[in-house]
């Protein structure tokens, strides 16, 4: 007896194509692009084409970001439809989870975590195709800043805004006390920073430039190297903030963020969204310790970026990690 295809089979292989076909328009894309940006002209050459080199570079950044989008959307879906493949196993198991469940909480009283936490996500897409799982970087020359673009900065307050721009220009400390916390100073009290800026100035030296100084604009044309948009919409998956970051190996390209229902969010929801999510857009990827800024989940009452996270970055910057997971328990 031959078993037949399912639909979800059908889907998932179809959306798999498709999202080849957009890793593979999002190569040739970003390759464009940089040609584009590294390109030397004579003078008067350059001053024929400079509006329609601009037009171009500006037509290649927005389908880029358009393609980012469409791979993230379209991976979500593959990972739902993946998942109904066992729905069925799991409404048979169910019940008997939901009695032995209940049981538990009854003789044991079981202490479930209903702390508020923010669920975050990111996303690496390397030109060569390969994933990256160690350390990456931005490649600047020596004083380069980074453009940072806040799109859609209408659909907040000013008030959001300067707690966006707080959360990377800020130099201000913050004490926090935490036993568990490494590299604290013997009192148990180790200095925070509310902005990636004051945390990035507390490392002097470093094999590959840090991006020490940050313009930050507002503008709805995608340039820059880091892409802030705030939506209206509510993900699908419950996400607070997405980062899609493009490297060339583990040079750090372009990284685009997305905050979803910006105009929900109150002050120190938005800061504390783009201080973990600019922590990827910087190099750093997922801590296990769920009290520490770049876990996961931003479920810690102090959520700024601590010596642990600097360590990182200090690590990235010098070539040293191997892992994925830092500032771990």
Request: glycine share 6%; aromatic share 6%.
């Given at each position: 007896m031959q078993?037949k ?5 059908d889907?998932i292989?179809?959306l ?10 999002l190569k040739?894309?970003s390759?464009?692009?940089q ?8 003078m008067?050459v350059?001053?024929e084409?400079?509006?329609k ?7 290649l ?7 980012s989008?469409d791979i993230i959307k379209t ?9 109904k493949t ?7 198991i169910?019940?008997v989870?939901?009695?032995l469940?209940a049981y538990?909480l009854t003789t044991?009283?079981?202490?479930v975590d209903t ?5 975050t996500?990111y996303?690496v897409e390397?030109?060569?195709g390969?994933?990256i799982y ?7 020359a ?7 673009n806040?799109?859609n900065s ?6 959001k805004i300067a707690?966006?721009?707080e959360a990377?220009l800020s130099?201000e400390v913050?004490?926090v ?8 100073s013997?009192n148990g ?8 800026k004051g945390?990035?100035?507390q490392?002097y030296a470093?094999k ?10 507002e503008s ?7 892409i802030?948009t705030l ?7 419950g996400y607070?903030?997405y980062?899609?970051?493009i490297?060339?190996?583990?040079q ?8 979803y229902e910006?105009d929900?969010l ?9 201080r ?7 190099g750093l990827?997922h801590?296990?310790d769920p009290?520490n800024?770049?876990?996961e989940?931003?479920?810690?009452d102090?959520p ?8 990182g970055?200090?690590?990235s910057y010098?070539?040293k990690?191997t892992s994925?997971?830092?500032?771990n328990t």
């Amino acid at each position: 007896m031959q078993l037949k295809h399912s639909s979800n089979d059908d889907s998932i292989k179809h959306l798999r194509e498709h999202l080849d076909s957009l890793n593979i328009e999002l190569k040739k894309t970003s390759e464009r692009l940089q040609l584009l940006e590294i390109e030397n002209e004579p003078m008067e050459v350059f001053k024929e084409n400079a509006r329609k080199r601009e037009e171009e570079i500006y037509k290649l950044i927005r389908r880029r970001l358009e393609v980012s989008q469409d791979i993230i959307k379209t991976r979500k879906r593959i990972q739902k439809l993946s998942a109904k493949t066992i729905l069925k196993i799991e409404m048979v198991i169910l019940p008997v989870i939901v009695i032995l469940l209940a049981y538990y909480l009854t003789t044991n009283q079981l202490l479930v975590d209903t702390s508020p936490q923010i669920k975050t996500g990111y996303l690496v897409e390397n030109l060569h195709g390969e994933s990256i799982y160690t350390w990456t970087h931005w490649n600047l020359a020596d004083g380069q800043d980074l453009t940072v673009n806040i799109v859609n900065s209408d659909y907040v307050n000013p008030d959001k805004i300067a707690s966006i721009k707080e959360a990377i220009l800020s130099t201000e400390v913050v004490q926090v006390t935490r036993s568990l916390f490494e590299n604290e100073s013997p009192n148990g009290i180790a200095p925070h920073y509310k902005g990636w800026k004051g945390a990035l100035e507390q490392i002097y030296a470093s094999k590959y430039n840090l991006p020490k100084d940050f313009t930050v604009i507002e503008s709805e044309r995608g340039e820059g190297n880091i892409i802030i948009t705030l939506s209206k919409l509510k993900d699908e998956d419950g996400y607070g903030g997405y980062t899609k970051i493009i490297t060339d190996g583990p040079q750090l390209l372009k990284a685009f963020v997305t905050i979803y229902e910006a105009d929900k969010l109150d002050n120190s929801q938005i800061s504390a969204i783009v201080r973990h999510e600019f922590g990827y857009a910087l190099g750093l990827k997922h801590s296990s310790d769920p009290g520490n800024l770049m876990h996961e989940a931003i479920k810690t009452d102090h959520p700024y970026i601590s010596p642990c996270d600097i360590d990182g970055i200090q690590s990235s910057y010098d070539g040293k990690v191997t892992s994925n997971i830092l500032c771990n328990t």
